[in-house]
């Protein structure tokens, strides 16, 4: 045989012997049951790792249940904006309706409680805006409607009619610069006419200096000019100064001009003396 071989032959003897002696000293190390020690050794070694594993998974978990409450979240929150917008179309198509059935159950009470003749009528255009304008009515002389009727609100006097087709009537508010209304004073007594200055206000002319006139009195019709009974409500002083030997006495108008749905129309020239209705539209003066 060549010195080669042997020693070839030698190397793999010495190799076997070691790994028999070292596989013997590893199971007398690991005691009556290797395979036990094995597996804790390994378990000892995959701890860590399968801690962080464990970890991992739980974040990842944690991360997915996040995005998907994220998601049902935002999808509620869009169904609640769709619902919100949806209420709201509704009160926008419906606020109208209400508030014009709300004024019709006040303008019934007032017609109740006014013993006279009046006739109801529906605001159906209002120009107050423009030039000479005034509202619209959707009654007219088929209704036995003229000129020089007065007609008011439950909140107080509107104005009076001035002109009147076959279906339809114009009104003359009281804040029209060409309008003129008898009234007088709550607390003084003092009559004077009220004409219009502009949108929702008006002034009182021929009010004596000498007369104690305070902010917030309330103004009435006096019935003097045979257009509406005395005692309906028409405002309430909002700035009293002198002028000259007259006061310049100026009125909050209390009826909403521009938000008016249904009037009532009085009868042509009414008495001058009326019980007044409790509640609106009409005060204590």
Same mark, same amino acid.
């Given at each position: ?19 028999? /002696? ?33 970890? /991992? ?11 998907? @409450?994220? !998601? ?12 919100? !917008? ?16 709300? &004024?019709?159950?006040?303008?019934? !009470? ?51 009619? /001035? ?9 003359? %508010?009281? #804040? ?48 003097? @000019? ?23 006495? &100026? ?6 001009? #521009? ?13 001058? &003396?009326?019980?007044? %209705?409790? !509640? ?6």
């Amino acid at each position: 045989m060549a010195p080669h071989a042997k020693w070839r032959s030698a190397s793999w003897q010495a190799w076997i012997l070691s790994l028999l /002696w070292l596989g013997h000293g590893l199971w007398a190390m690991s005691g009556r049951w290797p395979g036990l020690g094995l597996v804790k050794a390994l378990n000892y070694i995959s701890g860590p790792m399968l801690k962080l594993s464990a970890k /991992w998974e739980a974040r990842r978990e944690a991360r997915s249940q996040q995005i998907y @409450d994220l !998601g049902t979240a935002e999808k509620e929150i869009a169904q609640l904006k769709a619902r919100v !917008g949806l209420f709201e179309m509704q009160e926008v198509r419906e606020g109208p309706r209400r508030a014009e059935a709300e &004024e019709a159950i006040r303008l019934l !009470g007032l017609k109740q409680q006014m013993p006279l003749e009046t006739k109801a009528a529906r605001v159906i255009a209002n120009t107050r805006s423009a030039p000479f304008g005034g509202l619209v009515i959707d009654q007219g002389t088929e209704a036995g409607l003229q000129p020089d009727q007065g007609v008011i609100a439950p909140a107080g006097v509107v104005g009076r009619i /001035w002109n009147a087709g076959q279906r339809q009537a114009s009104v003359l %508010p009281l #804040d029209a610069y060409n309008a003129s209304t008898g009234v007088m004073l709550a607390r003084s007594r003092a009559t004077g006419v009220l004409q219009g200055t502009g949108p929702g206000k008006a002034e009182i002319r021929y009010i004596s200096s000498q007369e104690g006139v305070q902010a917030g009195e309330a103004v009435y019709t006096s019935g003097l @000019d045979r257009i509406f009974p005395r005692g309906l409500l028409v405002g309430y002083v909002s700035h009293v100064r002198p002028r000259d030997a007259e006061l310049k006495v &100026e009125v909050a108008l209390s009826a909403p001009l #521009d938000r008016l749905s249904v009037v009532l129309v009085l009868p042509s020239k009414p008495p001058i &003396e009326v019980s007044p %209705p409790a !509640g609106s539209g009409k005060g204590q003066p």
